[in-house]
């Protein structure tokens, strides 16, 4: 993977005949109890994170990938204007990479959470892509999607995969469920890497890799979410996979490494 171009808010990476783009969609702070220890209970938190009103702060992002001869896949599309002023910022970081909306034909969805989807639309209520072909999404969460009033112009184009499915050549759905229903990641094969878009599977890297027993407050299934969890870090380390996460700190994407008895990231770049 050659780290191509940075920007304060993108990076830039070029593998094989394929491009990928970390997108920043912003962020959010979130309470630190939201982190779950196996029996359910709070997690013994370092000492900065530990008080009651202590807080985390995830990075919201999306990722581009492109190739030659073909219109562009998105994977998530941040927050839209329907949450917190600290997200919704895809627009500007496309344009700080001199990416052209019109250029994405595929949108493909981890899951239905709303800083994953309402970046469909920009804040005046237009559609933000205005070439969108397709909107890849797992069956099991086709009803999710369907629930949001505010999104049903699209309803047509939503293409339901399952677990193998190809999305375009070289990009394949991958099930990683626990967090949400229908929580899908997509791997991505080069020919020179593998990259792994793992949606929400971790929300605070920082303790979820040296404790991958720990989940979060928001995932549906916490036992679930714990396996996949510790299943995508032994292959993604014995693998040599690149990670991209929708809440890995900036710039998202980065290989995992086994350190003592837990993991490492190790950040692109």
């Known amino acids: 993977m050659i780290i191509a171009s940075r920007t304060t808010n993108t990076l830039g990476c070029a593998s094989g005949s394929w491009r990928v783009w970390s997108l920043a969609d ?5 309470p630190a109890a939201l982190l779950k220890a196996p029996d359910g209970g709070a997690v013994g938190l370092p000492r900065s994170l530990a008080g009651r009103d202590a807080m985390v702060r995830l990075s919201v992002n999306c990722f581009l990938l492109e190739h030659a001869g073909a219109g562009g896949v998105l994977i998530d599309c941040g927050a839209g204007a329907r949450w917190e002023p600290s997200m919704g910022h895809l627009g500007a970081a496309m344009a700080e990479a001199g990416i052209d909306p019109a250029s994405i034909t595929t949108v493909a969805l981890t899951h239905t959470h709303l800083d994953h989807i309402n970046g469909l639309l920009l804040p005046d209520g237009r559609e933000a892509f205005a070439n ?6 797992a069956r099991d969460a086709v009803p999710k999607f369907r629930d949001e009033a505010h999104l049903q112009r699209f309803r047509p184009l939503l293409a339901p995969v399952g677990d193998g499915d190809a999305v375009v ?5 991958l099930a990683l469920p626990g967090h949400a229903v229908g929580h899908m990641g997509y791997r991505l094969d080069t020919g020179d890497d593998c990259v792994l878009f793992c949606g929400d599977v971790f929300h605070v890297h920082a303790l979820q890799l040296t404790r991958p027993e720990l989940t979060w407050g928001y995932d549906d299934n916490q036992a679930v979410a714990r396996a996949t969890r510790l299943k995508l870090l032994r292959d ?15 710039p998202g994407i980065g290989r995992v490494t086994v350190d003592g008895q837990g993991y490492a990231f190790v950040a692109a770049a």
């Open 26 to 30: 912003g962020h959010v702070d979130m």
């Open 132 to 137: 969108l072909r397709r909107i890849v999404i």
């Open 169 to 173: 050549d070289g990009v394949r759905a």
């Open 236 to 250: 993604a380390a014995a693998e040599h996979i690149w990670l991209a996460g929708a809440h890995l700190d900036r």
